[in-house]
């Protein structure tokens, strides 16, 4: 037999043999030994790793297939798929979809393959990235629903595959029990119990290393589909195998020895003790199986010497608390058991704890998944899971990667328990509840502390301790979430509802959160350390009780379930009073002390509120007695108060993070977790207890009792007079909130959907996306309701209108807004709901200021409005005793003694409490009981009731009742102490009826006290325990407080009369209340009167007034009275002190407004004169010139303001003026296409972008196929570069002077602020309007109109100018103009031609052969020139039809840039004989004869850009240049162009089109104007050229199809116009800006004449324009046959030489589409599909940020390292190749665009918006996106005008990282 080491031939040959004698050929036993032994030692784990394990794999494969080919065999088995399931298995970062309209369970997902292949559309779906892994649902019936399924998994397909042939998988059967142990002991091997030290990671990193293709080979297995999938699943699950195999029994050593090390491995988790070692060893080989039963207690596991001492279990410094967690561990009994006990009995329960062991690695955990569509191994898995829930928590707690480890948890577990027929058979066979809610309990056990609420020494209540690793890193959050989504299930949810020690359990959890992160006031110096442990607080509150709790509410939803909720309430009720006795409570909290976690309490509010709401229970049957109530409400209490104390500040000492709190507390996400329940269970106290109790509670916890007496001083104990107002306002608008809250007392879900809507729009416009965060969802996913549901979307077009994305000039970008409707606003706009869900405090003035702003635009309320009453939704009756607060007699005291206070201008009151107060009286009058019956009789009544100060509880009679005298106790300072009391005889006549006229006292706190003493006595026997002393004493400050006398006050008012009395006070005017019944009865019957709906406070005393009189006809009549009695003034004074304030600081506005009015006025003014003086320095008014021009005087120079001297003067010689300038590279130019129809992004492999025909592409080859066959410096002034990082100079228009600009650059270098700019790279903001720029373009000295005096019309001809132009030349050689003397002005002038040159990269401007000749320097200067010209144009939208000045009109910068040009130009002199001036303008001799061999010959004439020749010309002639030498300039070089345009039209036409067109012209030839008459000039080209080899070549196939269309004259005439319109723009353009005048406008078939008009081209003889001709336009310097046979000779000869060549460099094609960014498609899914997953070209990986240019299409990475050249990332370096670099990018992954700008970038924004209008960015909602055009189109709008650096604001370094 051969060794392990066999060569693959003879393995395979083995492997054939042993699978025949092992399927029945005889010999079957010895065959079964052999390949025993065979395995054995193939795959024996061998130390070397790597080698060996190859060949073990290789033995494998060939033993499976039998010693068929691996491939073969694969597709066999694939062959006998019953694919129903996808099952595909995904790690974190993968994108994939879930779609809510189909999923069954919430974390339904879906691969993209199966998602495209169903049908979503209109679906509520989205693209997510896995943040911790998951699998394909598609196909699992019970996750999803069917109809959502793909195409490929729809099919029920199990039926018709066929049966498994047996000896295809029965080799399988032998071999892969052997090779799964062999994994097995590998990893027994690897892993080493650390010592006391942590365990070393770098072992097991190792060790998975080495088995990476060990589970590889078993996940290559899984995905041969279900038939091999069934056999895994028998080999894993099969206990048989796992005893022959793994027991350790057996002679085989090494087995034993691994044994050995597993149960090592096992101990050392902390599963078995010491003493045991022994004992276990013996009966481990006793009965071959791995028990470890376990008895006594948990703490011993400290014992065992393996290492856990490390744990943080047992490191807990509290021992009172470890000895009281242990004892009541202990008592239960099965805890231990779940804890401590685990049993191995097959393969895969030892493979997932070594999983569990290594901590999860990602290749066993999909290997793991990946088995999961086999249904009996899906069962096995998760028994097996649950059985190891123990250890995967101890292993989490002790892990250090506990992020991925949780990740991965979750990974797997989300499959398992999302199942609910699977959650409920395990929980049924394996207590998966008890496991999972014991082993929450314990991992929590590990972080207790005690706890410091209310009583600090003797409390017994332990609670987490928020800094522990376990919360702040939240650790807890896999064991949470599978708890979670097992409650999700209502069979498994039922089972822990019904289950009485489970729900104990839990509550027992829950109160582990009760009161934890205490808060404690610092009363003296700031806190040193802020703790931020308040995050993980409110998390595990969250995530650990609410969560879970929403849960199970959502099973409670019909009246059936009344049992659970009975269940609940009980035990919470139970748990809380534990935690009552526990911190030692009595009836007083604790002061300063406040926590916001209260989840007992919620727990027990919920529960309430859902029984009455949907369950119909009775409410009283459920609730505990008045003593537990009163104990209940004390602590929301205390947070409700506490928030107020936040707000007012008195809470600073202990940092922002209070304040982080707070706003926590009330956040959408918490709110209806935290806030809602707390205030429900108030509302719920309130309603059932007493109500003067209540009111004196909430006024107690506030601290404002002192504040509320008559007196107009007071001494507070327990409030510094600063808190006072804030607190006070703080205690009237929780009262207001409380009364008016309906949230849980009656509102349907649908109202409350609205009411919570309404509240957010109102505080401002919000977007789709931000609506939905801030709608306080029910946070237990699985609740039902859903956030895209279609409530919310037909809700939120019920209340609100959409303001679709807008733009802004400024570039800003809109988002798509919801603004609420009018109707809203004055309907249902609810200031309580407002305040209720702000976080920030401005929300609720931001609130207000929209209302005051709707009420002014639409007429309704020009003032300062006050928030609106809204009317309530009705109670529901469980809650009806909430409405006795309105009706009793402590509020109506406090409500009196207030509006008594506001109207004597006592301190520390506000509007605000006025508002208040008012709202609470219009409560209690919304509210009455029923009418009164017999008013008169009611006086009768009063005289039972002495002490007190009203007569009844209801609110409408005691509004009427009048206070006569109040007896108050006041400091002896007080001024109520200097009067002498009344007699108490000195009542005056009504006296009878108002108590005898005894003053009355009032103590809340007395009342208070009094009223709990009853209860409790009444309650129970244990009165005896309240004797604990009260521990209120301990703050109030005795001894500071002055003495208190007492003083009686005369009052005699009553609430009305108050009010009446406000109402002249707000008015500012005696009398200003008039009853409105006097003139019209009817407001009596119909109250509801839209005219005081909206008003401010006077609006408000008026509408209670109404109301209280239709209320009671006795109110009715005292209002009369009391308006019939003139009213003496309130005050003495006209106007009250506060008033007046009031008024002197509205004057004080007033003024201070209109001397910034004046200001800003004058500073307008001021910079319109500087702006029309700064920018009128180029262009002025033609007709002036004129006149200057005629009048011959001597004219002033140009003058320019600095903008940083402030000076204004001409530009000189020594002191140089210059423009702010940006000078820029640019590659716009040469993305130019001659295709008409735009380039799309490619989103396929078919589609590909070649950039061969874009400009820059074409002008690249013609340049290098000129410098093949000519001279190297006649080509480089053949032609014009800079197509592609061409210079493009920008200004704002302002100017400064340059030695002041170097002094600001000194200023800018020397700043220390962080600038989004680099000044050494000489970059700076222009100091006026602070655009961006980075360079100076020095003013030429000079007259600025002298070039409008050599326009006076010389009549010389046309010969004498072309000399004249000559000489000019020819003088320009001889002496270069100021050079020699070296100026300030020259030497700026080199300076920004360096910058210009260093503007744009080396290669740009290298064209030349020889490297550094000047002919480069000449051929870049003249085409910064041209780039420049025909940028212009571009951004004219490539014509010049519109005309008019130059848009950029002020802001150009040619002129100034051709001055500077062309002094550089002077020095390089053009040899005479060179010049092709000449060539133009004279026959030259033949001197072909004389030119040697082989020198190359010049670029012929016809070859050489025309427009560049003009460039040339201009630049080299003197400076200003003269009009008419211009024009003879242009003249002379049309001619060379039309001859050009008529070359180029000979090749193009046909043979037999070129005879016909070259004999009918013939004949024109010798007529008078034959120079003039395109036919006989193409006739004469035509015969010309026929005498080189020019067109003997046959015709070429792409000329033939050229010329297959027939040319009529008139096309003809029409080509040739097209051909020369290019040139005549940039002339046209060069001449507006070197001698100013206006560019006409036109239509566009007009656009030859009127530019050649312009030129100056046309004839003056020239009338009619129906027989125009562009021919009649020519000016010949010389016969023009002769000059044509010239040039023509050039090309012939050249012919002869390379004849294939000519016509190519012929034809050019002028005709070039304006510059656009790439089309994208209307889906961005489109593109996401295509490139996320596409490789990248340099790397061949997938990038981790993928990107793509916008301009050229190609795909690169972002960031990505690997694609690094140079120390530059790819997008940085494709930035500088394919836009001279700007780069525009979009990431992929990110939907957003990205700008690089040189060596700044900026994020863009998005042009991909949802279906609301709002990006998202990073995809994170993973809503389809659809292309914005108009953004887009901004967005070319600035890559084409250059503007990226002027609009972007956010510029940052990329430092080439990008």
């Excluded at 409410?619 to 409700?640: F, V």
């Excluded at 006070?1065 to 209340?1073: D, I």
């Excluded at 003397?1381 to 290669?1403: C, G, H, P």
């Excluded at 051909?1619 to 060069?1630: G, K, V």
Aim: with cysteine.
């Amino acid at each position: 037999m051969a060794g392990a080491g066999a060569s693959g031939r003879e393995k395979r040959a083995m492997a054939a043999r042993l699978k025949a004698a092992l399927s029945g050929g005889g010999g079957e036993s010895g065959a079964a030994a052999e390949l025993q032994a065979l395995l054995e030692r193939a795959l024996a784990p061998a130390p070397g790793g790597g080698e060996a394990a190859a060949e073990a794999l290789e033995w494998c494969r060939c033993l499976l297939s039998g010693g068929e080919p691996w491939e073969g065999f694969v597709q066999a088995v694939r062959a006998y798929d019953p694919a129903t399931l996808c099952g595909l298995v995904w790690t974190a970062n993968f994108v994939a979809y879930r779609c809510r309209t189909c999923g069954i369970s919430p974390c339904m997902s879906l691969c993209a393959e199966c998602f495209h292949q169903g049908e979503h559309a209109g679906h509520d779906y989205n693209m997510f990235r896995s943040q911790a892994g998951g699998a394909c649902d598609c196909g699992d019936g019970n996750v999803m629903r069917e109809a959502g399924f793909c195409k490929r998994h729809r099919m029920k397909s199990s039926s018709n595959v066929p049966c498994v042939p047996k000896d295809l998988l029965m080799m399988s059967e032998l071999v892969l029990p052997q090779f799964i142990f062999s994994l097995i002991q590998y990893l027994r091997e690897g892993y080493n119990e650390p010592a006391l030290d942590l365990p070393s990671e770098k072992d097991l990193h190792r060790i998975l290393q080495m088995l990476e293709p060990h589970v590889s080979f078993l996940e290559d297995l899984t995905k041969m589909g279900g038939a091999m999938r069934s056999v895994l699943t028998q080999v894993l699950t099969n206990q048989q195998f796992y005893k022959d195999l793994s027991s350790g029994v057996g002679e085989n050593a090494c087995a034993k020895k691994s044994h050995e090390k597993y149960l090592i491995a096992l101990k050392g988790s902390g599963l078995a003790f010491p003493e045991d070692k022994l004992a276990c060893g013996m009966q481990e080989q006793a009965s071959g199986t791995s028990t470890l039963a376990i008895q006594g207690l948990a703490g011993a596991t400290t014992t065992s010497g393996q290492g856990e001492s490390s744990d943080e279990e047992d490191q807990d410094g509290s021992q009172g608390v470890g000895k009281r967690k242990r004892v009541k561990l202990s008592s239960s009994t099965k805890d231990q058991s779940i804890m401590d006990v685990l049993k191995h009995k097959c393969f895969l329960e030892e493979l997932l704890f070594w999983t569990i062991k290594y901590e999860f690695p990602q290749k066993m955990v999909t290997f793991l998944l990946n088995m999961l569509p086999d249904q009996d191994y899906k069962i096995a898995f998760t028994k097996t899971f649950v059985q190891h829930y123990a250890f995967i928590m101890k292993t989490l707690k002790k892990s250090h990667e506990s992020d991925t480890m949780s990740n991965r948890i979750v990974h797997i577990s989300v499959q398992l328990f999302s199942n609910e027929e699977l959650a409920r058979q395990v929980t049924e066979e394996c207590q998966l509840l008890d496991i999972m809610v014991t082993v929450l309990l314990y991992m929590m056990e590990s972080c207790l502390i005690k706890s410091e609420l209310q009583d600090e020494e003797n409390s017994l209540h332990v609670v987490v301790n928020c800094g522990e690793a376990l919360l702040k890193n939240n650790t807890y959050w896999p064991l949470v979430s599978d708890f979670i989504n097992i409650l999700s299930h209502q069979s498994v949810a039922k089972k822990f509802l019904e289950d009485h020690s489970l729900l104990v359990t839990w509550m027992n959890f829950v109160s582990f959160f009760q009161g934890m992160n205490l808060n404690k006031r610092e009363l003296n110096e700031h806190v040193e350390f802020e703790s931020q442990t308040y995050y993980a607080a409110f998390a595990a509150e969250l995530e650990a009780c609410a969560q879970p709790m929403w849960g199970l509410l959502s099973h409670c939803k019909v009246r059936e379930t009344q049992e659970y909720t009975r269940n609940v309430v009980r035990y919470c009720l139970e748990a809380l009073q534990d935690w009552f006795d526990a911190i030692n409570f009595v009836d007083e909290p604790a002061p300063n002390q406040v926590t916001f976690h209260l989840p007992l309490h919620r727990y027990y509010a919920m529960f309430l509120s859902k029984a009455v709401k949907c369950q119909e229970l009775d409410m009283d049957s459920i609730l505990p007695d008045q003593e537990m109530l009163m104990k209940l409400m004390i602590h929301p209490l205390q947070i409700q108060a506490s928030l107020s104390e936040i707000h007012s500040n008195m809470w600073v000492r202990n940092g922002l993070q209070i304040k982080g709190q707070a706003m926590t507390y009330v956040q959408s996400h918490f709110c209806n977790s935290m806030i809602d329940p707390d205030i429900y269970l108030l509302q719920v106290c309130a309603s059932r207890l007493d109500p003067d109790y209540f009111i004196s509670s909430v006024f107690e916890r506030f601290k404002v009792v002192d504040l509320l007496t008559m007196a107009s001083q007071h001494q507070n104990t327990v409030l510094d007079s600063e808190h006072e107002r804030s607190m006070l306002e703080g205690a009237l608008t929780f009262l207001v909130i409380l009364l008016s809250l309906r949230l849980h007392l009656g509102m349907t879900d649908d109202e409350i959907l609205r009411a919570e809507m309404v509240a957010q729009l109102c505080m401002n416009d919000r977007t789709h996306s931000s609506l939905l965060d801030l709608i306080p969802e029910n946070p237990n996913p699985k609740s039902g309701i859903v956030p895209g549901s279609l409530s919310f979307e037909s809700m939120l077009s019920a209340v609100a209108d959409f303001k679709a994305p807008v733009f802004e000039p400024g570039g800003s970008m809109q988002q798509g807004m919801y603004t609420p409707k009018a109707d809203i606003w004055d309907k249902e706009f609810d200031p309580v709901m407002v305040i209720l869900r702000t976080v920030y405090r401005r929300d609720v003035q931001s609130a207000m200021d929209r209302y005051t702003a709707f009420l002014k635009q639409s007429g309704k309320f020009p003032g300062n409005p006050w928030p609106p009453y809204k009317k309530r939704t009705p109670l529901h009756p469980s809650y009806k005793g909430l409405m006795k607060l309105l009706h009793c007699k402590t509020l109506h005291i406090v409500l009196f003694t207030l509006l008594y206070k506001i109207l004597m201008d006592h301190q520390n009151l506000s509007e605000h409490v006025l508002c208040m107060v008012l709202y609470l009286i219009e409560l209690g009058l919304e509210d009455s009981p029923e009418q009164e019956s017999d008013e008169e009789d009611s006086v009768g009544e009063h005289e039972r009731c002495h002490d007190s100060w009203f007569p009844d509880n209801n609110l409408v009679s005691n509004m009427r009742h009048f206070i006569n005298y109040v007896r108050v106790r006041v400091p002896e300072t007080a001024p109520e102490v200097k009067r002498e009391p009344p007699a108490s005889t000195s009542s005056d006549g009504l006296a009878s009826s108002q108590n005898s006229g005894t003053a009355q006292v009032f103590s809340l706190v007395a009342e208070r006290r009094k009223k709990f003493q009853e209860i409790i006595n009444r309650n129970s026997s244990e009165a005896s325990q309240v004797v604990r002393p009260k521990t209120s004493m301990k703050w109030s400050a005795p001894g500071a407080t002055p003495q208190l006398t007492t003083a009686i006050l005369e009052i005699k008012e009553s609430i009305l009369s108050l009010l009446i009395k406000l109402h002249h006070k707000l008015s500012g005017k005696q009398n200003s209340y008039y009853p409105p019944w006097f003139d019209d009865m009817e407001v009596l019957i119909q109250p509801e009167i839209p005219k005081y709906s909206h008003g401010d406070g006077m609006t408000a005393v008026e509408r209670i007034l109404l109301k209280a009189a239709v209320q009671s006809r006795l109110n009715k009549r005292i209002i009369e009275e009391i308006c019939r009695k003139v009213t003496p003034p309130v005050p003495p004074k006209k106007i009250s002190p506060a008033e007046k304030k009031t008024l002197d600081k509205e004057e004080r506005r007033q003024k201070a407004r209109e001397r910034q009015q004046k200001l800003l006025a004058e500073f307008a003014s001021r910079q319109k004169s500087f702006m029309e003086t700064a920018m009128d320095v180029e262009s002025p008014d033609a007709d002036t010139a004129m006149e200057i021009a005629t009048s011959e005087q001597h004219v002033s120079e140009a003058v320019y303001d600095c903008v940083i001297c402030g000076q204004s003067g001409p530009s000189t010689e020594d002191r140089p003026t210059g423009l702010v300038v940006l000078l820029q590279a640019s590659s716009v130019l040469g993305q130019c296409r001659n295709s008409t129809e735009p380039k799309k992004l490619p989103t396929s492999e078919e589609e590909q972008i070649y950039p061969s025909d874009t400009c820059a592409a074409v002008h690249d080859v013609r340049l290098t196929t000129l410098q093949r066959y000519f001279k190297d410096s006649s080509c480089l002034q053949a032609v014009s570069i800079g197509w592609e990082g061409g210079v493009y100079v920008q200004t704002c228009g302002h100017t400064l002077h340059i030695d002041c600009h170097k002094s600001y650059m000194e200023s800018l270098r020397n700043d220390q602020v962080l600038q989004g700019f680099s000044v050494d790279k000489g970059e700076f903001t222009c100091p006026l309007c602070r655009q961006f720029a980075n360079s100076v373009l020095p003013c030429y000295p000079g007259n600025n109109v002298e070039r409008s005096l050599l326009q006076c019309h010389s009549n010389k001809s046309m010969q004498d100018l072309i000399k004249e132009v000559e000489e000019l030349q020819e003088q320009l050689g001889t002496f270069p103009v100021s050079i020699s003397s070296e100026t300030n002005l020259s030497k700026e002038m080199e300076s920004v031609m360096k910058d210009i040159k260093s503007t744009t990269q080396k290669k740009y401007t290298d064209y030349s052969k020889t490297p550094g000749s000047p002919d480069n320097d000449f051929l870049f200067m003249y085409s910064v020139a041209r780039t420049n010209l025909e940028l212009e144009l571009v951004h004219r939208g490539g014509n010049l039809c519109l005309g008019g000045a130059s848009t950029a009109g002020k802001r150009s910068c040619l002129n100034q840039l051709f001055h500077v040009l062309a002094m550089h130009m002077r020095l390089y002199s053009i040899d005479s004989a060179y010049n092709p001036w000449r060539k133009l303008t004279q026959l030259m001799q033949d001197r072909n004869s004389q030119m040697s061999s082989e020198e190359l010959p010049e670029v012929p004439v016809l070859y050489r850009d025309v427009s560049s020749l003009l460039l040339i010309q201009i630049l080299t002639m003197p400076q200003p240049l003269c009009k008419e030498h211009f024009t003879c300039i242009v003249k002379v070089l049309f001619t060379l162009l039309y001859t050009q345009a008529l070359a180029a039209f000979s090749v193009k036409c046909s043979a037999e089109d070129r005879v016909a067109w070259k004999n009918s012209g013939a004949l024109k030839k010798n007529t008078s104007n034959g120079e003039k008459s395109w036919e006989a000039l193409l006739s004469h080209v035509i015969s010309e050229l026929s005498k080189g080899k020019m067109f003997e070549e046959g015709e070429t196939e792409e000329l033939a199809m050229v010329s297959s269309s027939v040319w009529s004259p008139d096309s003809i005439e029409c080509y040739l116009q097209q051909f020369c319109l290019p040139f005549l723009r940039i002339t046209c353009l060069l001449q507006h800006h070197l001698f100013g005048g206006d560019l006409p406008s036109c239509q566009e078939d007009e656009e030859f004449t009127v530019l050649t008009n312009c030129l100056g081209l046309l004839p003056s003889s020239f009338q009619s324009p129906h027989q125009f001709t562009s021919a009649s336009c020519l000016d010949w310097p010389v016969p023009a046959f002769n000059m044509i046979s010239q040039w023509c000779l050039e090309l012939a000869s050249f012919a002869d030489r390379h004849a294939e060549q000519v016509k190519v460099l012929l034809i050019q094609e002028p005709k070039w589409d304006l510059p656009c960014l790439l089309q994208l498609p209307e889906n961005y899914n489109t593109i996401f599909q295509y490139y996320h997953r596409k490789t990248c070209t340099v790397c061949t990986k997938v990038p981790k940020d993928p990107a793509v240019c916008l301009v050229c299409g190609t795909f690169v990475c972002l960031k990505g390292l690997c694609c690094k050249q140079q120390s530059y990332c790819e997008c940085v370096l494709h930035s500088q190749n394919c836009g001279a670099g700007t780069g525009i990018f979009l990431l992929i992954n990110a939907s957003v665009i990205i700008i690089i700008r040189g060596h700044r970038f900026c994020l863009w924004g998005s042009v991909y918006l949802d279906a609301h209008g709002e990006e998202d960015r990073d995809l994170r909602r993973g809503k389809p996106l659809y292309i914005c055009k108009e953004r887009y189109k901004v967005l070319e709008q600035q890559w084409v005008s250059h503007t990226f650096d002027h609009i972007n604001k956010r510029w940052g370094p990329h430092y080439n990282g990008l």
